[in-house]
């Protein structure tokens, strides 16, 4: 059963997120959480979202923007390492708020409730006419990767921040789609070099049957959206970016993700 639905959400995410960017992680994470503690979710997670990136990289990297790489993903890395570092010093910090809901206990975190309230705030700039139509400067890059970065190595949450900042850079479908891939792998390894020996030194157990079963299940998914790329317009891609935005924003502020 655990196989099962861990693997059935990564190809389903997977394939979904070849486009927006973002997601794999958000939808991934609670189905490993559901089996096993929070912090073998959280590094199992990132494993197959490394490991994903390294595939959809093969796919699609070629296309990436050299530019926007260099501007966004340096910083990105930087930050990355200094937001999974918070990550383990916070992870016995009580929520900011908690509730009961159909019987569950949510929890809102600090950083959930921000990165939240930025994608919500993300997502009506994209609905506005006046601001959509308004691209970010060059200048404008690095901090988009120092936020992607950091909130990437303390809660996971990289991609959608990411995305929000690469939808307005100017670039096509195929820039967006490779400069994604590309800085998502950048973060991946910052954040993992730091989960990993906080990992070791844990003796935290591993279920790897499960993690392969959740690896190439993704990797099936990527190739799917990948070979869908042709068929979506540039409009498609805004469009389900800016609805997954707004789900993802506000999940995170409700504690639902």
Do not use: W
């Not at 693997?7 to 960017?21: D, E, K, Y």
């Amino acid at each position: 059963m655990t196989v099962v639905l861990v693997a059935l959400v990564a190809a389903l995410a997977s394939a979904l997120t070849f486009f927006s960017g973002f997601g794999l992680g958000t939808l991934l994470l609670p189905a490993f959480a559901l089996f096993y503690p929070i912090e073998i979710a959280v590094a199992s997670t990132a494993v197959v979202h490394f490991l994903n990136g390294l595939f959809k990289l093969g796919l699609v990297g070629r296309h990436a923007d050299r530019r926007v790489v260099l501007a966004f993903g340096l910083p990105a890395i930087a930050a990355a390492y200094v937001g999974a570092k918070a990550l383990l010093r916070l992870t016995d910090l009580p929520p900011v708020a908690t509730y009961e809901l159909a019987g569950r206990t949510l929890d809102v975190s600090a950083e959930k409730l921000a990165v939240g309230t930025l994608l919500v705030l993300f997502t009506f700039a994209e609905l506005s006419p006046r601001l959509s139509a308004v691209n970010f400067p060059p200048r404008l890059l690095p901090v988009g990767g120092l936020l992607s970065g950091f909130f990437g190595g303390l809660s996971g949450m990289q991609g959608a921040l990411r995305s929000a900042f690469l939808i307005r850079a100017g670039l096509s479908k195929e820039a967006f789609i490779g400069s994604g891939v590309v800085i998502a792998c950048l973060i991946d390894i910052a954040r993992l070099t730091e989960y990993v020996p906080s990992l070791v030194d844990q003796r935290a157990v591993i279920d790897y049957p499960v993690l392969a079963a959740a690896v190439l299940a993704a990797f099936a998914g990527a190739a799917v959206g990948s070979r869908s790329l042709k068929k979506v317009t540039l409009g498609a891609v805004q469009g389900l970016v800016g609805i997954m935005l707004l789900i993802v924003g506000i999940g995170l502020i409700a504690g639902v993700l």
